[in-house]
């Protein structure tokens, strides 16, 4: 009997065992610069962070977005 699940652990404080996690955090300091406090945003601003977020092309992805492979897992599974 095979294990189906391997565990990975990030070390605190080294984030090139973190690439794509970083690389998100400086795509989300674009719009929302580090420092700023975020109580001065809306649930409604937040949301247009996350879709811009989910549908941003990555060369990690094929270029493809999160959302477009997110749906398409689930219309695989329906």
Do not use: M
């Amino acid at each position: 009997n095979s294990k189906r699940t391997k565990l990975y652990y990030c070390h605190p404080y080294c984030s090139c065992e973190r690439g794509t996690n970083e690389r998100i955090n400086r795509e989300i300091r674009r719009l929302v610069p580090k420092g700023t406090n975020l109580a001065q945003y809306t649930n409604a601003d937040v949301k247009k962070i996350e879709n811009w977020v989910n549908n941003y092309p990555r060369k990690i992805l094929g270029f493809a977005t999160s959302q477009e492979l997110f749906d398409k897992q689930l219309l695989a599974i329906a």
